[in-house]
């Protein structure tokens, strides 16, 4: 993006992942094809211009099928986000049928004094059926300097059935709000505490940001509750 904020300079992509302008600084994730499918290998790039803003979201929730091949699908996102800039990506969830195998992978770069909402929903299988497998990885940096590294396994039988892990949701997301706002200040000796609700916690991070968890029983639930906790980081926000 460039231009003051509402004009997509670059917009490319081919199926099964179209991407669709539906606002001056919005974007929609279309799928016009199945999957993906054990053996795919998706790459989505977002570069977000200094001083712009710019919102992704999806038509409807992504489902991981099995496909025929023994190597597992990847979908990678990479994304930078320049001085000054805005993004919101905000997809709807991915849905884990029976029989995938997935990874899925995020690099996310951040700008000294950019702003980033970053939110993903996982849902754990269709109704009445055990998810596949997925291999989840987490990376963001401001200026280079690391601000959230994280892992997520899921369709493991010991890790999933675990009450200290996923118990009995059929849900798990996160949200991860970071910027200038969630710097701590010299100034500011207030003490960046954690906010825990049912099923949900807002994590205040070493550097400028907030890391949002959250559990559910179902899609709705889930979303409703990060909702919650994306409120509570509000209340860590300096500025």
């Known amino acids: 993006m460039a231009g003051g904020g509402t004009r997509l300079e670059t917009l490319r992509s081919d199926p099964p992942l179209t991407l669709r302008q539906t606002g001056p600084h919005r974007v929609h994730l279309v799928s016009t094809g199945a999957g993906p499918l054990r053996g795919d290998h998706l790459d989505l790039g977002v ?18 099928l099995p496909g025929l091949a023994e190597a597992p699908s990847i979908m990678l996102v990479r994304a930078r986000v320049g001085a000054g800039a805005t993004l919101r990506f905000s997809p709807e969830p991915t849905v884990l049928a029976a029989g995938c195998s997935h990874h899925l992978v995020v690099r996310l770069s951040l700008a000294e004094d950019a702003t980033v909402l970053w939110r993903e929903e996982i849902v754990f299988g269709r109704h009445g059926e055990r998810p596949g497998r997925c291999h989840a990885r987490f990376d963001a940096t401001v200026a280079g300097r690391p601000l959230l590294r994280q892992n997520l396994v899921i369709g493991e039988e010991t890790v999933d059935g675990s009450p200290a892990v996923y118990g009995d949701a059929r849900c798990v997301g996160s949200t991860l709000v970071a910027g200038p706002a969630w710097r701590p200040s010299p100034e500011d000796k207030r003490e960046r505490r954690a906010v825990v609700g049912e099923g949900w916690a807002a994590l205040p991070l070493a550097g400028p940001g907030v890391l949002v968890s959250a559990l559910g029983a179902d899609a709705v639930q889930l979303r409703q509750r990060l909702e919650r906790g994306e409120d509570a980081a509000a209340s860590h926000a300096t500025g």
Do not use: F, I, Q
């Not at 979201?57 to 489902?63: D, E, K, Q």
């Open 47 to 64: 570069d977000v211009a200094p001083g712009t803003s710019l919102e992704v979201c999806s038509v409807a929730a992504t489902l991981v």
